[in-house]
């Protein structure tokens, strides 16, 4: 068995707060510079002598995992879904970071709009391969224009009409003018792991899923 | 002409931080909700009538200017490098935001490494087709994984051993035990503008490329 620590990969920002009080709760206390947002440094030390966790973009975590970076991580269903790895397992959710994958457009639009009728639709969106697959399941080609964030404007500034992002509370499309037209999927985070580590560490990393599942199970 | 508003497209960020008072210098006031990094507002008025702010990814802004949603930008020329977009046009450089675009690899690594004799490597990098291009001039085929962020930490989990990224003072790399071997690009924050607003709104776009050369002369 490799002596090589353990690496958690967790993902920055809105999620990282939700997820910390399960990663506690499995006894994996960081060392304090985990705290420091500005901080330079990307690997922590934790309580646990063999497992270290690195704070990465939430879209980088499924990267660091699928290629083996990492041996487990916490990831949206979202990014799973969107790079869709054969080489990650997802074996729990961790009932967070619960929110939908949609299709928007502006609401004078929508009052008159059949999707039903779409044959070509053009899309601005952080998740063009989840966005071209749903659509071209129903025979009708997406134009993706990637964007990373601030999704909402595209409409008003003639970007495109319709687009595909997470919504949570709905706020921030309303406050842009704009709705939900079509939920393409329910998002979750998941904790992943490495599906060679499963099998070549298969102790270490699954007594790590145990331990989360309890916490998960105890909360329930 | 249009009578719609001039949209300036300015990246989130380490970046704002140095060119707001260049944008002000011209005379645009944002409105005060721009200063809330928290705001969930992504369009900000400004003391001029006929211009509007929005605050988007750095990687955004170039997207956003190409397809004519922003008219003008303020973006890195590695972002611009990175997606070679025909429609914009980067008439001046702002003079800040000065780094390089560097490849790096462990010290130890470098010690005996000859990049001269390289055919294909891997590298993890924000900047796949900059790295593939540049390689591929010299014959060596760079296979990337594209990552957002963190791409120190690539070499030491063992994704990689080279990654391409922005330099600054290179206080990351020599803290992640990484050493600079080539250097691919000098890096500066340019003001870009759409190649097709320039035709059709001559007038207005043209001043205000004119106002920030006024600012960055003054400046010298």
Redesign the interface.
Known sequence: MSRDKL?IALP?GRILQEAMPLVCATGLEPEPAFQDPQA????FATSHPDVDL????S??VA??VA????QLGIAGHDVLLEFDYAEIYAPLDLGIGICRLAVAEPEYLSQTDEPSRWSHIRVATKYPAITRRHFAARGVQAEC??????M???P????CQRIVDLVSSG??LA??GLKEIERIADITTRLVVNRAALKTRPEEVGAWIDRFRMVIDHGR
Chains 1, 2 share one sequence.
């Open positions: 690496v920055k330079r440094q990307l690997r690195i704070r990465v973009r879209f980088d990267t660091f290629f083996g970076a990492a224009i990637k964007l990373n964030g601030a909402e404007l595209a008003a500034l003639g970007l706020q921030t406050a842009n």
